[in-house]
């Protein structure tokens, strides 16, 4: 059974970071493509951060491009996501996604509210 585990969500003030984590299981890692996508009340679901399997390319959101960092370990079967100088309009709900072939899969994810 494939499965995605979210963690590190939590409540930070503006200008703070976190770390988030998602372990994957039940599938091919270190050949998906893996992304984190973000959606807040009332918005759609929007691509935050990708990373290739091997982890040598990436591609971001131009409105976090420069305060975020995807990065992956093949070997724990994990892919972070490195949030830095966040801001309010981060706050959401944060999703772990895997492409592999046909297949779309997607975790529960993990709450990031940003707010002094």
């Known amino acids: 059974q494939v499965q995605l585990v979210e963690s590190g969500g939590g409540l930070v003030q503006p200008g703070g970071s976190l770390r988030l984590s998602c372990v994957a299981s039940?599938?091919?890692?270190?050949?998906?493509?893996m992304s984190w996508y973000r959606q807040a009340p009332g918005k759609e679901r929007e691509l935050v951060a990708a990373?290739?399997?091997?982890?040598?390319?990436?591609n971001y959101a131009n409105s976090v491009k420069g305060r975020f960092t995807i990065s992956r370990d093949n070997a724990k079967n994990t892919v972070y996501l490195q949030m830095n100088i966040l801001k309010p309009e981060d706050t959401a709900v944060y999703y772990c996604?895997?492409?592999?072939?046909?297949?779309?899969?997607w975790g529960k994810g993990t709450l990031v509210t940003v707010s002094s």
């Open positions: 990373i290739t399997g091997t982890g040598g390319s990436t």
């Open positions: 039940g599938f091919t890692f270190s050949s998906s493509l």
């Open positions: 996604n895997a492409v592999k072939s046909l297949v779309a899969y």
